[in-house]
């Protein structure tokens, strides 16, 4: 019998890496509107973005994707990459660029765990922008399991963290 393996609690995903049908329109969407820092080109297919200096944790590319048509929204495939900030302040920031530029958000949830900003990238991948809450305010059921919910997000509440 095989013992039973864990990944361990340090472990992280590194990044994602995304086919893409047009490479510049792509970088408009996650450097330009996101904010992430381009650290690398390969030629004028690929590209490689980062948060803070790291070497990618966003990755682009055409390489089987050139002009192809929007990711379907049913079937197999990723479903969204969910992109983590620090605290509120810095969700309710990205909340407000989204605003000014007036792209368009998918949806918006309070999940008790967290709050998260849903929106699609310019070839319908899906994008979750999202701050956890301290772990010691997460709900929990009777049994002791996390209890996520689905609820609306207080848009305005979430703004004034602005303030």
């Not at 048509?69 to 909340?95: C, D, Q, S």
């Amino acid at each position: 019998m095989k013992e039973k393996y864990t990944v361990p609690a340090t472990t992280r995903i590194g990044h994602v890496h995304l086919k893409v049908a047009d490479l510049d329109r792509s970088l408009g969407f996650y450097k330009d509107l996101l904010g992430f820092e381009l650290t690398s080109t390969y030629g004028t297919q690929a590209a490689f973005l980062s948060a803070g200096g790291y070497h990618h944790h966003i990755g682009l590319n055409t390489w089987h994707s050139a002009g192809s048509p929007p990711a379907p929204l049913t079937g197999v495939g990723l479903y969204h990459t969910a992109i983590l900030y620090a605290t509120r302040k810095e969700l309710a920031e990205i909340y407000h660029r989204i605003g000014v530029a007036k792209y368009p958000m998918t949806g918006a949830s309070d999940h008790g765990v967290s709050e998260a900003l849903y929106l699609d990238d310019p070839d319908g991948n899906g994008v979750e922008l999202y701050w956890d809450r301290p772990k010691e305010l997460w709900p929990y059921d009777s049994n002791g399991s996390i209890e996520m919910l689905v609820k609306p997000l207080d848009l305005d509440n979430l703004l004034r963290e602005l303030d």
